[in-house]
């Protein structure tokens, strides 16, 4: 339901990458790994295809060719059961046919729902949890010597692990997803998060700032931090607080110390932010870092105080707007987008308003919109979802009408000018296909610029200066002037590219 340009890739470069490493002596287990959902899905799936490559697997592209079938699910909006039920129902005369075949449901389904997926979903060997995945190896063996379906489901609260990313010089993704925490400590009443991913804990600094920095050195240019509370981050070895404010934390720490380690980085992001930990000190380091992107997502989720409140959101529409204000402040041109759920139980009219006015007020040049779904285990539950679907439906579509008016009016005002595009690879429309020589990248406020011509996919991974040259619904159209930072050595540049590494951040 994205309805303008999404700060999140809705398909990562990642999705689509070759997989290699199979050499004729390695235990040759092919699987496919099938991605629904967040960031955090595409990146757990990543560090699944890792796990499965050490262990002498290899990614095919057919469920025919595979052995090993993962789904990587979400349960945060959808009826998850259901799709999960359509995607597994595709492979039921497969699994017929070749009843060897091994079907796995991971994510955020396999935790809400255990065990109790097997025996409502027939066909699926396996259910395992988010943070049970380097076991995978070993329950695909035993499934495949003819164990019974098993489903793994435990947090590692005591001990908390986190897989850590081996990207391969040379075949690192444009932008690289690094994980800094997981599960959630918000009680944010519609959401099933904190049951599917657990208690909030943080992946020690140390590990995000050499992860960061791999990445670097293999060939990314940008990295986006990922957490469900990001901005939260706790490391007893980081300096303290910057302040005793309660909801002060040490993730502009975080933020500083990538900075000034990672030098040869271009740009950092982050998503998603929770409001309450959007402090001064966060404002300081938008200040005062230069690799930090222009942009931030910060979902609202609404604007009236009522259903904020009957959300557990933890702060005001007055606090809200504050802080976003003092953010936008922080840096010249730094833009927001947020996300908003309509038809809460008990939204009236009146709290909608809310919610248009809040939008137009922060001047949000791209959201995402959802209907309330009520999702199993959330206090929310105990609430009436008394809105009924029209209304629903209704205010969705007016919140679409104003955020996109505000979207088309921040797009238009960039014709003409110029930016820099961080090229991250093919046009969407082209289904990662490099050779039609379109591509396509975003501006540090993550605007989507689309670029053609010959010599195009040769700046995948390079920042180009560009010119804008019109503006479509949700993207910039442009042409490059001139190239800065290659990050490898192009032999067929555009004849007017020029390259130069960017000068480090301090
Ligand atoms: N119903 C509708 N939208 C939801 N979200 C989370 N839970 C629900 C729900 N029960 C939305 C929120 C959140 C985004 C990831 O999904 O807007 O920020």
Redesign the pocket.
């Given at each position: 339901m994205t309805v303008l340009p999404a700060s999140r890739p809705s398909v990562h470069p990642l999705a689509s990458r070759p997989s290699g490493g199979y050499t004729e002596d390695t235990l040759a287990l092919r699987f496919i790994v099938r991605t629904f959902g967040?960031q955090m899905n595409v990146h757990d799936s990543d560090r699944m295809q890792e796990v499965l490559r050490a262990a002498g697997g290899f990614a095919v592209d057919r469920p025919d060719e595979a052995d090993l079938v993962v789904f990587n699910t979400c349960s945060?909006?959808e009826k998850a059961e259901q799709k999960l039920r359509s995607e597994v129902g595709k492979l039921a005369s497969l699994k017929r046919a070749r009843p060897d075949l091994v079907i796995a449901v991971a994510g955020c389904v396999a935790q809400q729902e255990g065990e109790k997926l097997l025996e409502r979903v027939p066909h699926i060997d396996l259910v395992i949890g988010p943070d049970n995945v380097t076991e995978l190896p070993a329950l695909v063996t035993e499934q495949m010597s003819g164990a019974p379906p098993t489903a793994r489901t435990e947090f590692d609260v005591s001990a908390p692990r986190f897989l850590t990313a081996s990207p391969e010089p040379g075949r690192a993704p444009v932008v690289a997803f690094v994980t800094t925490m997981k599960g959630c400590d918000e009680r944010?009443s519609?959401?099933?998060?904190p049951y599917t991913r657990g208690p909030e804990r943080y992946r020690p600094a140390r590990d995000v700032i050499d992860e960061v920095h791999r990445f670097v050195d293999a060939g990314s240019r940008e990295v986006l931090l990922l957490g469900q509370t990001v901005d939260s981050f706790r490391d007893p070895e980081l300096p303290p607080p910057e302040s005793d404010d309660a909801d002060e934390s040490q993730f502009p720490h975080l933020l500083r110390a990538i900075a000034r380690e990672v030098p040869s980085l271009a740009r950092l992001r982050y998503t998603?932010p929770h409001p309450r930990h959007a402090t001064a000190s966060l404002f300081r380091a938008h200040a005062e870092l230069d690799v930090l992107a222009r942009h931030v997502h910060l979902?609202v989720?609404s604007g009236s105080d009522r259903v904020l409140r009957r959300m557990i959101r933890r702060y005001t529409r007055a606090e809200y707007v504050a802080r976003a204000e003092r953010l936008t402040r922080a840096r010249a041109g730094l833009t927001l987008s947020t996300?908003?759920?309509v038809g809460?139980p008990g939204e009236t009219e009146e709290d909608f308003e809310q919610t248009l006015s809040i939008v137009r007020e922060v001047g949000f040049v791209s959201l995402?919109?959802?209907?309330?779904?009520?999702?199993p285990h959330?206090p929310?539950l105990r609430l009436k979802d008394d809105v009924a679907e029209p209304v629903k439906s209704e205010r969705l579509a007016r919140l679409f009408e104003v955020a996109q008016s505000l979207g088309a009016a921040h797009l238009a005002k960039l014709v003409g000018t110029r930016q820099e595009v961080l090229v991250e690879g093919a046009s969407k429309s082209e289904k990662g296909d490099l050779s039609r020589e379109r591509v396509q990248g975003r501006t540090d406020r993550s605007e989507i610029v689309h670029m053609e011509g010959p010599g195009a996919s040769s700046l995948v991974g390079e920042i180009v200066q560009v010119e804008v040259v019109r503006a479509n619904k949700h993207s910039l159209y442009a042409v490059p002037t001139r190239a800065r930072g290659a990050r490898s050595p192009s032999k067929r540049g555009l004849p007017l590219l020029e390259t130069a590494r960017r000068a480090p951040a301090t």
């Open positions: 967040c945060v909006r944010c519609f959401c099933v998060v998603s979902p989720q996300d908003i759920i809460f995402f919109g959802f209907k309330y779904s009520p999702r959330t929310a």
